[in-house]
Each structure stands twice: as C-alpha cells, then as structure tokens.
C-alpha cells in the first residue's frame, strides 16, 4: 500500500482558510486520495475524495498536484467544529479496506 | 440523514469471554467493514464483507474473530475468547456498492468501546 505523509499538527484561527498538505510521492496511476476526519471520541467521517481532478463539496476542497505525488485539502473558513484529526488515505483500486496513518491534528483558535 | 449505528456503546468483558458487537448498516449498503482503535493509536482495518462472505481481512483478524449479517439489517463483530490486547475502541462502516470499491467512501458508525479486564 502506497504510503502518505501529513504534518502530526496545524493550527488555525476561526474562520480562516487551512490548507492540509499530504505528500503521496509512491502513489499509482489507480490510487484514489481519500480524506477522512475523526472529530474527538467519534468515528471517522468522510470528506472528498478525488483521482486526478481537483474535487469540491460542501465541506472542503481537495487540491491534486499534476503529478498526483501531493494533495491539499482545504477548509475555507475553519471553525471550531473543524478541529479534528484529519487522515489522507490512499485506496488502491480494487481494494475496500482503508490504511489510516497517524493524520493531522487541526487545532482551530478562537 | 441515514446513519451507521452500534450497541453497545460500551461493553466490559473478562478475559475469555466471547463478546459480539453488534452494527446496522446504512439500509441499502452492500459492503461492510469493521475497524479497530486501540487507545492513542491508528484505526486499523480488520475486515471486508460482501455477498455474505468475507471479501478483504487484515493479518489481525484471526481465528478468534469472525463476522456474520444474521438477518437484514444487523452486521456482527464476534471476538471468541478476548484477550486483554483486545481493548479498543471498533467501529463498524458501509459503503454503497454500486462503484468500485476503491471510489466508494465508508460510513463509520460511533462505535464501541470494549474494555477486557
């Protein structure tokens, strides 16, 4: 499984944009790059997910570089409901399971 | 908005005992996953249900676990004889199945914590 590197933790002011970097320098042609989030005593919780393009949704973001070795998830306007560890997983095709690394640690301030 | 759920939230074992974790899915999910958290440490992938078999396990799913869907709706974690190592926290997720697995994300439901003393 090809691996991820995220910083252990970011701060961020409340309401400001946060930009989550991963570095994915092994990635294959068919990984998809996954962001999940885990909110403090809860269980993961899905937030986009891409394979090439540049991806929105309600929550976030999702930045690919053109060479796939990097993403950046983006938060707009972070909030304190936003504070969580945030994990960039890549899902080979042909595989159901998530390899979760250690992610990182947004703290939002007030 | 549909939602993963789990019972109990939190169950306490002995040693050796058998325990079964218990998920509902979300209603029309065809793929379902069991994870584990030990305390302070990755989530960790322990297997992959489809079709009523078993279709991806991690080396730590052994011979002590096994997964069963007994009726439509509930899918079951059993652990035979828990081991102290055992203590963590299991989250059960489902994901659609009208995609490539690698494209579908995953519901993850609260989970449960259980504690072997």
């Known amino acids: 499984d090809a691996k991820t590197t995220q910083p252990n933790s970011m701060e961020s002011n409340e309401e400001e944009p946060v930009h989550l970097p991963c570095n994915h320098s092994?990635?294959?042609?068919?990984?998809?790059i996954h962001w999940y989030r885990q909110l403090p005593s809860q269980g993961p919780e899905y937030v986009i997910h891409?394979?090439?393009s540049n991806v929105n949704n309600r929550m976030a973001s999702l930045a690919i570089a053109e060479d796939r070795k990097s993403s950046t998830l983006i938060l707009h306007r972070a909030t304190l409901r936003d504070a969580a560890v945030y994990y960039c997983?890549?899902?080979?095709?042909?595989?159901?399971?998530?390899?979760f690394g250690t992610g990182t640690r947004l703290k939002v301030l007030a | 908005e549909p939602e993963v759920t789990q019972t109990p939230s939190h169950q306490v074992t002995q040693m050796g005992q058998e325990v079964i974790l218990r998920c509902v899915p979300i209603?029309?999910?065809?793929?379902f996953y069991w994870y584990r958290q030990i305390l302070g440490q990755k989530v960790e992938f322990l297997v992959s249900?489809?079709?009523?078999?078993?279709?991806?396990k991690s080396e730590i799913f052994d011979d002590q676990f096994s997964v069963e869907r007994p009726d439509g709706s509930n899918f079951t974690l059993k652990i035979r004889s828990t081991k102290l190592e055992d203590s963590a926290m299991y989250f059960c997720?489902?994901?659609?199945?009208?995609?490539?697995?690698?494209?579908?994300?995953?519901?993850f439901g609260p989970g449960t914590r259980l504690t072997v003393l």
């Open positions: 997720a489902s994901s659609e199945g009208n995609l490539a697995p690698s494209y579908n994300e995953q519901f």
């Open positions: 092994t990635i294959s042609g068919t990984d998809y």
């Open positions: 891409g394979l090439t």
């Open positions: 997983i890549l899902r080979a095709s042909g595989t159901y399971k998530y390899i």
């Open positions: 209603s029309n999910h065809l793929y």
């Open positions: 249900f489809y079709n009523n078999e078993i279709s991806e």
